[in-house]
């Protein structure tokens, strides 16, 4: 099982894929990648919500477990949505902790803030992991939109000093989003903890993508992700076939279906 100080000692780059069900998680694990991420990315990615602010606890619990279920070996870290931590400190620690205690990850991530700090301190003394995530942060979404973060020097010192101010508060890992690779690479060089990067750049200690992007299932994937399949283009044709197999009364054929000898006299059924 991997753990965060397995993270922390990796000497080759880490890798993290994010998943919501059972059998990707499997997969996920069989392919050997390090983390997965149990992201609020699941709002748009396969719950068919507009953006990340509807997930809600429940739904990332829910998924945690069906990862966990699934895979053994990776790191399992559970998103928490907008607005479950840090309106009250109780409720956060609740949240956070109900992902340890009834959905079995094994840390949490945090989108970063001003506020963040404290809470990250907190839960790390519980025994809660954190992971920080920073730059763009997609539950800001009516702030910042999806634009890329941190490329005017005030930005950029202002992603870096939340990134240095959650590792002194004890996150164990720093999610760096969408921000230049130049910065990405300064705050790397600066952290003790692993950086692991989406859209920025390859200096990071690791990268982390959403694993629709990946099998090239998303309609609109973001700039900086690449489709190394094309599960849409698979599934269509799948799908299609069996229709038309059904359809044209190819299938089920013979050997999908079986005859009750016993049955013989069926004019008695009714
Ligand atoms: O929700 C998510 O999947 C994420 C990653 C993109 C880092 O936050």
């Given amino acids: 099982m991997t753990t965060v100080r397995d993270l922390r000692d990796a000497d080759e780059p880490i890798t993290m894929l994010t998943a ?4 990707t998680a499997e997969l996920v694990a069989r392919a050997g990648v390090d983390v997965i991420l149990v992201g609020d990315s699941m709002g748009n990615a396969v719950l068919g919500y507009d953006s990340t602010l509807p997930v809600t606890v429940d739904e990332v619990a829910s998924r945690t477990a069906a990862v966990a279920r699934g ?3 990776p790191l399992v870290v559970a998103d928490m949505p907008f607005l479950s931590v840090g309106v009250e400190e109780a409720d956060s620690i609740d949240n956070a902790g109900r992902m340890l205690k009834e959905a079995g990850a094994e840390a949490v991530k945090i989108e970063s803030n001003e506020h963040t700090v404290e809470l990250t301190d907190q839960l790390t003394a519980l025994g ?7 730059g763009l942060t997609p539950q800001s979404v009516n702030q910042t939109g999806y634009a890329r973060q941190g490329t005017e020097p005030e930005e950029a010192r202002e992603i870096a ?8 508060a004890g996150a164990f890992a720093c999610v760096l989003e969408h ?3 130049n910065l990405a690479a300064e705050i790397t060089d600066e952290l003790s903890i692993p950086t692991m990067g989406i859209g ?9 993508l959403v694993i629709t992007d990946v099998l090239g299932l998303s309609e609109h994937p973001p700039p900086f992700a690449e489709a190394f399949g094309d599960a849409r283009g698979e599934i269509e044709s799948a799908v299609a076939e069996y229709a038309e197999a059904v359809e044209s009364g190819r299938f089920p054929a013979e050997e999908h279906g079986h005859e009750a000898p016993e049955l013989d006299d069926l004019d008695e059924l009714y």
């Fill in 179 to 181: 921000i230049p690779s």
């Fill in 200 to 208: 920025a750049g390859p200096a990071c200690d690791g990268q982390v």
């Fill in 71 to 73: 895979a053994d070996e």
């Fill in 161 to 168: 000093r939340l990134a240095r101010e959650h590792e002194r």
């Fill in 128 to 134: 809660i992991p954190v992971m920080a995530h920073v």
């Fill in 20 to 23: 919501y069900d059972a059998v």
